[in-house]
């Protein structure tokens, strides 16, 4: 709880777990104390909280006005080979053969329906050499299936991925490569650098909205010291106030920012459309899983922000409109910079009517009354984007 807001978190007490097929971070021993709380994505297990009563507005705010350091579980699958592109064209529903090398692009899949399977961003580390960066939910077999025939391998990297996001994020990095940081190093560009020593790929992605960078571990050309790279990162972030947060700050700050998470929020059944992400679907490109579908799917989008001044959305709480239930939250958290509660609110019709922005609809808290909330577009906060795309001057950002 924070002031008069609660951040609500529901106890099970102790569930003892087998590590069968469940990937530790090697970054853990760093961090995990005997009341760090676990989440599974990926089959990976990453810290949601240091502590079962932890208050994530403090390091949401050092996310905001300084850098914060995350270990997360988003998991990077390699397309190697020179059917490389041909193969993610076919899955993927943007361009990818024209990407250029040191450049990333988010790229949604879909099935033959039109639904969307699976998003993540695509990355182009050489000529025939991509990664994958994935959502949650298995993919690999996905690919696997549709390389049949093509010169092409899918494999799993065995990549961990840390995040390193806020304003200060360039220059922690401009540190730990020992300065020299290039200023055409932009958003969704990425390269090779050495990182504290470590030849490792870098790419300007992250999940808060906020300027940052992504460090993925084993994209070199040898394997990463995991404690090398950890205790070198925190030396080179110290003279910029740089901790380590669990994914509690982050998670806050994403919703703002209107990112959107697979399986959740993009629920099963969703199209591109529907989830209001259209716009990365290129139905001028060549044939690819779902292209049938989508030429003639339903555009009326689903998926809208949600603004409350009295209550926190919770998931799966309904939403009313003209008396009625009309949908469900698929996730929801206080906005500390907002002072309002923020969700995304999945319709099961579409609305009435194009303008949708601005309208007053009724939510239901956990104990059934309704409160007036809005409408609203994504994202929440820094409506233009343009936080993650701050230049690099050389000097700072």
């Not at 300065?179 to 990425?190: I, N, Q, T, V």
């Amino acid at each position: 709880m924070t002031g008069d807001k609660h951040y609500y978190v529901e106890s099970f007490g102790t569930v003892k777990l087998s590590a069968f097929r469940i990937e530790q971070s090697p970054f853990a021993h760093r961090y995990v104390t005997d009341e760090t709380v676990f989440c599974l994505y990926c089959d990976r297990l990453y810290p949601v909280k240091m502590t079962a009563d932890e208050d994530p507005v403090p390091n949401y705010w050092k996310l905001r006005r300084g850098v914060m350091l995350y270990d997360v579980p988003e998991k990077p699958l390699e397309v190697i080979g020179p059917d490389a592109g041909r193969l993610l064209e076919k899955v993927l529903t943007c361009r990818v053969e024209a990407l250029p090398v040191g450049r990333a692009r988010y790229g949604l899949a879909c099935r033959a329906d039109g639904t969307i399977l699976m998003d993540g961003v695509v990355m182009r580390l050489a000529g025939d050499r991509f990664w994958y960066v994935k959502a949650n939910g298995e993919f690999q077999s996905w690919l696997e299936a549709h390389a049949i025939g093509l010169d092409v391998e899918v494999r799993d990297p065995r990549s961990r991925v840390l995040q390193i996001q806020g304003p200060k994020s360039l220059q922690v990095l401009d540190a730990a490569i020992g300065g020299g940081l290039p200023e055409d190093f932009k958003y969704f560009h990425a390269d090779f650098f050495d990182v504290c020593g470590q030849r490792l790929w870098v790419s300007r992605t992250g999940w808060t909205g906020e300027a940052g960078i992504e460090i993925y571990c084993n994209s070199g050309p040898a394997p990463t010291d995991h404690d090398a790279l950890w205790v070198g990162l925190l030396a080179c972030g110290e003279p910029f106030g740089m901790e380590f947060s669990s994914s509690s700050s982050m998670g806050l700050r994403r919703i703002e920012s209107g990112i959107l998470d697979n399986g959740t929020d993009i629920e099963g059944g969703s199209t591109p459309y529907g989830a209001g992400l259209g716009q990365f679907v290129k139905l001028d490109k060549d044939d690819f899983i779902g292209r049938d579908a989508l030429e003639t799917a339903d555009r009326s989008q689903l998926l809208f922000g949600l603004v409350c001044a009295t209550a926190t959305p919770e998931a799966g709480r309904a939403v009313h409109l003209d008396g009625g239930p009309v949908g469900h939250m698929t996730a929801g958290s206080w906005s500390p910079t907002l002072d309002a509660g923020i969700g995304y609110v999945r319709f099961d019709a579409p609305l009435p009517g194009d303008d949708w922005n601005g309208k007053t609809v009724r939510l239901h808290d956990r104990n059934g009354t309704l409160h007036d909330a809005t409408l609203d577009t994504l994202p929440f906060v820094d409506k233009e984007k343009q936080l993650p795309r701050v230049a690099w001057s050389g000097s700072g950002s």
